[in-house]
């Protein structure tokens, strides 16, 4: 299926949850490796994105919306699997980025965080 998307959509991203669910603790999971795997067959540029308090903003499991979150977000450079002799050299290296990304997010003061401005010059969404 992915394979198909992926051909689909040259070009495109695709937006995955590689420690196979949306974590709501402030530590990372194990990563699992399926579409690691498919990443690296198809040469295909991975990136982790990691946004701090979003279970705060949003909370699907026990239906609560807060308002007035702060959340941070840490984007890393992109991963090339073709810059990697083997697949685990790759998912080594996505590991310790995505890691990396994490603390990064999560360590960050707030003062030290941009503030999101919309693009284009959209209006600031509010309630």
């Given at each position: 299926y992915l394979a198909q998307q992926w051909e689909l959509r040259p070009g495109k991203g695709l937006?995955?949850?590689?420690?196979?669910?949306?974590?709501?603790?402030?530590?990372p999971l194990k990563l699992k490796t399926g579409v690691l795997q498919m990443a690296y067959d198809y040469k295909k540029q991975v990136q982790a994105v990691i946004t701090t308090n979003k279970e705060l903003?949003?909370?699907?499991?026990?239906?609560?919306?807060?308002?007035?979150?702060?959340?941070?977000?840490?984007?890393?450079?992109?991963?090339?699997?073709?810059?990697?002799?083997?697949?685990?050299?790759?998912?080594?290296?996505?590991t310790r980025v995505f890691e990396d990304t994490w603390k990064d997010a999560y360590g960050a003061?707030?003062?030290?965080s941009r503030v999101y401005l919309p693009p284009f010059g959209l209006p600031t969404p509010g309630f």
């Open positions: 937006i995955v949850y590689p420690e196979g669910t949306r974590n709501q603790k402030k530590e903003m949003a909370n699907e499991k026990t239906l609560t919306i807060t308002r007035n979150v702060t959340c941070v977000t840490s984007i890393s450079k992109p991963v090339d699997p073709t810059a990697f002799p083997s697949f685990k050299e790759f998912c080594d290296e996505v003061e707030v003062d030290e």
